[in-house]
């Protein structure tokens, strides 16, 4: 009974909403993302300052969101880091973007695979969730039954760090029309060109300055897919681990040659 007892005590020790804050709507009961959120228990949420379609933000609120991104980075790495303590995980261990980071990232990635729940199986159409969810991602606070999410960002944050530890010229930045154009050889007052799937959102950057086309990582929405792909009830075996892009960073595969 130890799944149980573990979701109980979840739910108790929210705090929120007097039973627990992570409750599930009615319906939801099949999602993972919101059983999840249960199993957080206390974890504080991190909402950002605007939420909704990135290609619906200003210029201005996506910098906003950028600047509180960044003034909240190590708080939220220190709370991922006690949360996975509780774990046995050394989260810390992989802010050194070395190769003991890659030993315990892997961990942590086999404590991932462990952890979520698989979604349910459809007889007839099989995994009908095969996609992360984008859109549910960028409009939720994070809270909640959505609580998990702000799990999967401080996620994004400690593998963005140990990118940055074996390349510093990587750093966060959200890729606005100059840096998408930059990224997809287009120019950026083409209106026919084609922007990149990242235009808008906020992504890890290599920029050299040295006029060498940009490195663009979008870690938050990769850690997504990796989470949401371990879920899969079919058990198909997910093509990335935690933490992603870092055995490649340290190889030099993004370095000038």
């Not at 315990?104 to 952890?115: C, N, P, Q, S, T």
């Not at 199986?121 to 909640?144: H, Q, T, Y």
């Not at 606005?176 to 084609?194: C, F, Q, S, W």
Request: proline share 7%; glycine share 12%; with cysteine.
């Amino acid at each position: 009974m130890r799944g149980l007892s573990d979701w109980l005590g979840g739910r108790r020790s929210s705090g929120r909403h007097g039973d627990g804050g992570a409750e599930r709507p009615d319906g939801a009961a099949g999602d993972p993302y919101a059983l999840l959120s249960v199993r957080l228990g206390d974890y504080p949420p991190d909402t950002p300052l605007h939420r909704g379609d990135h290609r619906g933000l200003t210029r201005e609120q996506r910098a906003e969101n950028l600047a509180q991104f960044l003034a909240r980075d190590a708080d939220r790495i220190a709370v991922l880091v006690s949360r996975l303590a509780r774990e046995g995980l050394d989260g810390a261990a992989v802010l050194k973007g070395d190769e003991a980071a890659l030993v315990e990232g892997r961990r942590i990635d086999a404590w991932l695979a462990g952890w979520v729940p698989h979604r349910p199986f459809d007889p007839v159409l099989g995994d009908v969730e095969v996609n992360a969810p984008r859109a549910r991602w960028f409009a939720s606070d994070r809270a909640g039954a959505d609580l998990v999410f702000s799990f999967i960002s401080d996620l994004a944050r400690l593998n963005a760090a140990a990118i940055a530890a074996a390349d510093p010229l990587f750093s966060w930045a959200v890729v606005e029309d100059a840096l998408d154009g930059a990224i997809t050889g287009g120019p950026v007052d083409n209106p026919r060109g084609e922007p990149s799937d990242r235009r808008y959102h906020l992504c890890l950057v290599r920029d050299a300055f040295d006029g060498s086309v940009p490195v663009v990582l979008d870690v938050p929405l990769a850690v997504l897919g990796l989470v949401h792909g371990r879920m899969s009830p079919l058990g198909l075996p997910v093509s990335a681990e935690f933490p992603i892009g870092l055995q490649a960073i340290r190889s030099g595969a993004y370095a000038r040659t």
